[in-house]
């Protein structure tokens, strides 16, 4: 089955950037769409962006677009997020997700059913 992993958290401030990798295992991307989540303690978990492998499409979140951009690297089987120009509204936990979707608009998160563990993203000064 597959499996992903996040990495590239941390912390950085307002102004910075930050590229997160969701490294998948088990199968190739080749079929699937690659999403990231982001969630907030007591607030819906919320979908950033997805990437479908297949024909390279992509969608952005409207409170990211221009910011963040998604890509893969088809050799390692990897996903990753550049998010620039970082906010403090952008700390929040990131899930990167995966399925065998479309990527025609908003990421709706119960059509995905593969999961990372989460990774923390804190943008303070």
């Known amino acids: 089955q597959l499996q992903l992993v996040e990495s590239g958290g941390g912390l950085v401030q307002p102004g910075g950037s930050l590229r997160l990798s969701c490294a998948a295992f088990?199968?190739?991307?080749?079929?699937?769409?690659i999403a990231w989540f982001r969630q907030v303690p007591g607030k819906e978990r919320e979908g950033v962006s997805c990437f479908e492998i297949s024909d390279g499409s992509t969608y952005y979140a409207d409170s990211v677009k221009g910011r963040f951009t998604i890509s893969k690297d088809n050799a390692n089987n990897t996903v990753y997020l550049q998010m620039n120009s970082l906010k403090p509204e952008d700390t929040a936990v990131y899930y990167c997700?995966?399925?065998?979707?479309?990527?025609?608009?908003?990421?709706?998160?119960?059509?995905?059913?593969?999961w990372g563990q989460g990774i923390q993203v804190t943008v303070s000064s």
């Open positions: 997700a995966a399925a065998e979707v479309y990527c025609l608009g908003p990421v709706v998160r119960s059509l995905y059913d593969y």
């Open positions: 088990g199968s190739t991307l080749r079929y699937y769409t």
